[in-house]
């Protein structure tokens, strides 16, 4: 079965964040985003302002403001321009929002949305898209992580270690991944692959690289998935 949204190709919005664009698409946009990006910002230019606009496109303010849950993957969106530097830059900046103060949570953490957004992208893999069997990667905030995966049958069940050393806000950029010692040059993991635990390396630079910018290095658009044959 393929679900689409007439809304998806019409409403986009680009945000600047400290210097840096932000894509914040329509409600629909996680099954359709290569077909958001293409059109409306386009990967030549790495997720800039729309082409032609004096201010960003769509909305009189220029800033991101990641307190609700519908563009929570908003910064995600630049895998899909080639650009996950601006994805890392992004997500560090949205990190600051949180503390362990008594007003820390950013907007209302509505049964665990926003918690869940802050644990996943510490991880540095984060489920842009719901039902999706694919996780989008970014840079983890630690230097190590130890996740349990519980157990489904045969399905899922082990332990997924994480380790990116040296991580820190200013060590953000993701120079290379490596799964089980195999090199990972996309900006996803297929769920298969994890789902019995593993080892995750991250290599970190204080500047952008090339990982994840050539054409392909994008992950999938659910919604642009030949049908199944449901109905």
């Not at 082990?158 to 806000?169: S, V, Y």
Request: proline share 9%; aromatic share 8%; net charge neutral.
């Amino acid at each position: 079965m393929r679900a689409r949204t007439a809304g998806a190709s019409l409403l986009t919005a680009v945000l600047l964040c400290s210097g840096v664009p932000v894509l914040l698409p329509a409600a629909s946009a996680p099954a359709e985003p290569a077909e958001l990006v293409n059109p409306f910002v386009g990967t030549q230019n790495f997720g800039n302002t729309f082409p032609g606009a004096s201010a960003p496109f769509g909305m009189g303010k220029p800033t991101y403001n990641p307190n609700n849950e519908p563009d929570l993957h908003a910064p995600y969106m630049y895998l899909w321009a080639g650009a996950p530097a601006k994805t890392a830059t992004v997500v560090r900046a949205a990190m600051t929002l949180f503390t362990n103060g008594p007003d820390g949570m950013t907007g209302n953490d509505d049964l665990g949305t926003m918690s869940a957004w802050y644990v996943f992208s510490s991880l540095g893999l984060y489920p842009t898209m719901s039902g999706a069997n694919f996780l989008a990667l970014s840079s983890p905030q630690f230097a190590s992580a130890t996740v349990r995966i519980g157990s489904y049958g045969k399905r899922q069940g082990g332990t997924l270690r994480i380790t990116a050393p040296g991580a820190g806000d200013s060590r953000r950029y993701v120079r290379s991944v490596s799964l089980n010692g195999r090199d990972v040059h996309r900006t996803w993991l297929d769920w298969d692959g994890i789902a019995h635990g593993g080892t995750l390396t991250h290599e970190l630079g204080t500047s952008p690289s090339s990982w994840g910018t050539a054409p392909g290095d994008e992950p999938p658009s659910v919604g642009g998935a030949a049908a199944d044959g449901g109905r």
